[in-house]
């Protein structure tokens, strides 16, 4: 076990240190080198209560970007900012060692799942924390450091996931619902992670009171992560293109079409071969 984490390690390392050596481009500059709400402590607060997009260089440029409220990363970028100034080498190492730390949770996640298929299990979990890591999607979270945003989110994620399984009581929620909100602060697409506990707590228990009370944590951590969706509504309301407030209804409406268009897609992917033609 500990050969293959290191051996994942190696892997990780060989593939991500090339870009190391990687500059500032595109949203960097927006959101770290020219940001004076990450680079002066005394205008920290600010940064933290507005949306992501609110930056000294540009202006409030939320209203293009559905104002993405992270404080985590906002934070994450004044503290990186305090240790690396300007060089932006810092922030890429950084990056590497958040992947490098969610691959080996994952690993580890993976192979409490699979335990119970021996080597055969510990094979499989290996492989699958390799997918992990060198999916085509991760090069530009690790490498560009606005993509930080879904390491800082995994790795939260990840932190709670192993809460969930090796603690217990009033501890296991404490760092759950903390791992969580910390999560949906890094990146919205958090939010349902208590769902997947309930379904957790369901597949892998039988009936009685520990699935009851599996599902009885999911529901406490569900309110504690809807707790903090609510406050984050009220600092950086979603916006529609023409700028004004979509407000709470006008988000539910969005997100309920959005899982109808996913579920559409699974039941039937395919485009439909006969397109109804409207007269003009």
């Given amino acids: 076990m500990r050969t293959l984490a290191f051996l994942l390690g190696a892997l990780v390392l060989l593939v991500y240190v090339p870009g190391l050596d990687g500059e500032f481009v595109y949203d960097d500059h927006h959101l770290i080198e020219t940001n004076a709400y990450v680079r002066d402590p005394g205008r920290l607060g600010e940064a933290l209560t507005h949306d992501l997009w609110h930056v000294s260089s540009g202006g409030d440029m939320g209203t293009s970007l559905n104002r993405y409220y992270r404080p985590v990363v906002t934070l994450a970028y004044a503290l990186q900012f305090r240790a690396f100034g300007e060089g932006p080498f810092g922030y890429h190492a950084v990056s590497l060692g958040l992947h490098l730390a969610c691959v080996l949770l ?9 335990r119970g298929f021996g080597d055969t299990g510990l094979l499989g979990a290996a492989v699958g924390a390799a997918l992990f890591a060198l999916h085509p999607s991760r090069p530009e979270s690790v490498s560009w450091i606005s993509g930080s945003t879904d390491l800082w989110m995994a790795l939260f994620a990840l932190l709670g996931l192993t809460a969930w399984d090796r603690l217990r009581g009033a501890r296991r929620l404490a760092w759950m619902s903390a791992a969580f909100v910390l999560a949906f602060l890094s990146k919205e697409a958090a939010l349902p992670l208590p769902l997947l506990l309930a379904a957790d707590a369901w597949l892998r228990s039988e009936a009685g009171d520990e699935r009851r009370r599996g599902l009885r ?15 984050r509504l009220g600092l950086a309301p979603p916006v529609v293109g023409d700028g004004s407030s979509e407000g709470l209804l006008g988000v539910a409406a969005r997100v309920l079409a959005s899982l109808g268009a996913y579920a559409g897609r699974i039941a039937w992917p395919w485009p439909p071969s006969i397109l109804p033609v409207c007269a003009t």
């Avoid at 996640?109 to 699979?114: A, M, P, Q, S, T």
């Avoid at 529901?219 to 504690?224: M, N």
């Fill in 106 to 114: 994952a690993f580890f996640w993976l192979l409490r799942r699979l």
């Fill in 217 to 231: 944590e999911a529901g406490i951590v569900a309110a504690v992560v809807f707790g903090a969706f609510v406050v």
